[in-house]
């Protein structure tokens, strides 16, 4: 059973204003073919910069990557991150605007998105030319006293 708890208009409003962050309540998954998570587990990100900035222009791409990256750890008050700037945390994907976009299905869900070529996670390589290097360099983070 699918549950669409907003319609497609009222998503495409919200995501146009600046104080909404993109996340997503999907976990992270290792491709199983018992499990059937929601696509939004592997496509949350490149559907809203692919799809919705990108392909559609519904809002600027500058928009769409300050919603999944600055934005939210501002909120969270996590401090050196969240911006490409020197002295924070390297947390940065690289993708080809004309390719990136999500793959997941209701019926496929296990499929990672396209058109990413480098992902760098606390400065190391996650992923280097479209393929993964084994490196785990991620932690979990929590929310800081510093939130405005």
């Known amino acids: 059973i699918v549950h669409f708890g907003m319609s497609e208009e009222d998503m495409r409003l919200f995501m146009k204003q600046d104080f909404v962050a993109t996340a997503s309540d999907g976990g992270a998954k290792v491709p199983d073919i018992s499990s059937v998570p929601h696509p939004r587990s592997y496509g949350t990100f490149p559907r809203k910069i692919g799809f919705y900035s990108i392909q559609e222009k519904l809002i600027p791409l500058e928009s769409a990557i300050r919603s ?72 979990p983070l929590k929310k800081t006293d510093q939130t405005r």
Request: glycine share 12%.
């Open 68 to 139: 999944a990256s600055g934005l939210p750890a501002d909120i969270m008050g996590l401090k050196d991150r969240g911006y490409l700037k020197v002295g924070y945390f390297a947390d940065i994907v690289v993708f080809n605007p004309d390719t990136f976009r999500d793959k997941a299905t209701y019926d496929k869900p296990h499929q990672y998105a396209v058109g990413i070529s480098h992902v760098l996670v606390n400065g190391t390589f996650a992923i280097m030319d479209g393929k993964a290097t084994g490196k785990l360099a991620g932690k």
